[in-house]
């Protein structure tokens, strides 16, 4: 069974400050994605990392994929209040288009 | 692109009663679409994966006939909760993937409160 684990699980900091979370599992996936979940709401795609040691950026989200693909991290620099809530890693299980989710972290941006 | 919907947004049942679940790709053709469900501060749970013109797969623990799955197009599937009970209230969200990627693209989640 394919298990990704994300660390830490709740994050709580100031607008402005920088914060990393991070995706680890002691499978390879193909690929991993990022979403991000408001209350209330579905989770949105933020991006698909599919290279070992990729790095992509979306404004202020930096994504990498490690080398081996076990492993991503998220890096959010001078984080805005519009920041706040739930982020998934999730990969897509061994022979099937079904995702295997983390259980998220839950990052909470103080004004 | 890469729009989903799902209705109704809410909806609040009495104990017995069925409620049907609508979720659509609007703008892309979805061979397969996902229903999870999810608890108050918890990750997605898969319930089941449905395929277009076939029986959906459901995950172990999921009742096939409580947890109706039906995927008549490309752009629909529908989950009929037969028979609620309060314990089915939580929060049910769709997805549907994107041919030839990994990638799922989700509904904005049913609220479903049983009475």
């Known amino acids: 069974t394919q298990l990704l684990e994300q660390s830490p699980q709740f994050l709580s900091i100031q607008e402005g400050e920088n914060l990393t979370v991070y995706c680890n599992s002691s499978?390879?996936?193909?690929?991993l994605q990022w979403y991000r979940q408001e209350p209330g709401e579905g989770p949105v795609l933020l991006v698909t990392?599919?290279?070992?040691?990729e790095v992509k950026k979306l404004k202020r989200l930096t994504f990498q994929f490690g080398d081996a693909r076990k492993d991503s991290s998220l890096h959010i620099t001078a984080a805005q209040p519009g920041d706040t809530g739930l982020y998934l890693c999730a990969g897509p299980s061994a022979g099937s288009y079904q995702l295997t989710f983390g259980k998220g972290t839950k990052l909470s941006v103080i004004p | 692109g890469a729009v989903v919907s799902q209705h109704p947004s809410w909806v609040i049942c009495k104990s017995g009663t069925s409620v049907k679940i609508e979720c659509r790709s609007l703008?892309?053709?979805?061979?397969?679409m996902f229903w999870y469900r999810q608890f108050p501060k918890q990750s997605l749970m898969l319930m089941a994966t449905?395929?277009?013109?076939?029986?959906?797969?459901?995950e172990q623990g999921v009742e096939k006939d409580k947890f109706l799955i039906n995927h008549a197009s490309l752009t629909l599937s529908t989950l009929t909760v037969t028979s609620a009970h309060p314990e089915d209230s939580s929060f049910y969200i769709c997805?549907?993937?994107?041919?030839?990627?990994?990638?799922?693209?989700f509904g904005p989640g049913t609220r479903l409160t049983v009475t």
């Open positions: 499978s390879v996936f193909s690929s």
């Open positions: 703008d892309f053709q979805a061979t397969t």
């Open positions: 449905s395929n277009e013109g076939s029986k959906a797969t459901y």
């Open positions: 990392v599919v290279t070992g040691g």
């Open positions: 997805s549907a993937g994107l041919a030839g990627t990994y990638e799922q693209y």
